[in-house]
T-cell receptor
């Protein structure tokens, strides 16, 4: 079964607005990786944040990590219609090499 | 394109048939992962290889599933006696090894439909 959740399950915003998605988890992690998935496609890697990091940026993306609250957030600034996709956080937990995913957030950006 | 590739992209089969999928990881990535994703859910881990060694298998990987990576490069995932519940997207990912955590890069997936 999948551990942790992305929140909200669905988010609809207007183009130009910011979108924030959250990811909570239950066990200690080594790193957390955010991915984007367009319908019917594979996952595109966005950002990796390690357990000793608190914030990372990449273009319009900002990821934060709070290990005390076991949560991470992905902020997309100045959203575009092309940002419409599902967003997943994958956690590398303990000594495992694989990632554990939640059910994702479906983001819709309206033009 | 030097990303992860998967073949075929789509497979439709009848219940009870065997199917085999192939994954070619990014060159020089010695870690390779298989995941399964059903509609509306995130990927679920199936199995992991480091070079040719299969180091971990999920309990999701029933005895009808087998994966190989014979030369430590491409990998195959075979499902025997397919069932309708096997219908899903099968995703492959690869990453380099090292002391530092590395990103896992995913392929486009193989969508399996079992009729």
């Amino acid at each position: 079964s999948q551990q942790g959740e992305e929140d909200p399950q669905a988010l609809s915003i207007q183009e130009g607005e910011n979108a924030t998605m959250n990811c909570s988890y239950k066990t200690s992690i080594n790193n957390l990786q955010w991915y984007r998935q367009n319908s019917g496609r594979g996952l595109v890697h966005l950002i990796l944040i390690r357990s000793n990091e608190r914030e990372k940026h990449s273009g319009r993306l900002r990821v934060t990590l709070d290990t005390s609250k076991k949560s991470s957030s992905l902020l997309i600034t100045a959203s575009r219609a092309a940002d419409t996709a599902s967003y997943f956080c994958g956690r590398r937990e303990g000594s495992a090499r694989q990632l554990t995913f939640g059910s994702g957030t479906q983001l819709t950006v309206l033009p | 394109d030097t990303g992860v590739s998967q073949n075929p992209r789509h497979k439709i089969t009848k219940r009870g048939q065997n199917v085999t999928f192939r994954c070619d990881p990014i060159s020089e990535h010695n870690r390779l992962y298989w995941y399964r994703q059903t509609l509306g859910q995130g990927p679920e881990f199936l199995t992991y290889f480091q070079n040719e060694a299969q180091l971990e298998k999920s309990r999701l990987l029933s005895d009808r599933f087998s994966a190989e990576r014979p030369k430590g490069s491409f990998s195959t995932l075979e499902i025997q006696r397919t069932e309708q519940g096997d219908s899903a997207m099968y995703l492959c990912a690869s990453s380099p090894s090292g002391l530092v955590d590395n990103e896992q890069f995913f392929g486009p997936g193989t969508r399996l439909t079992v009729l």
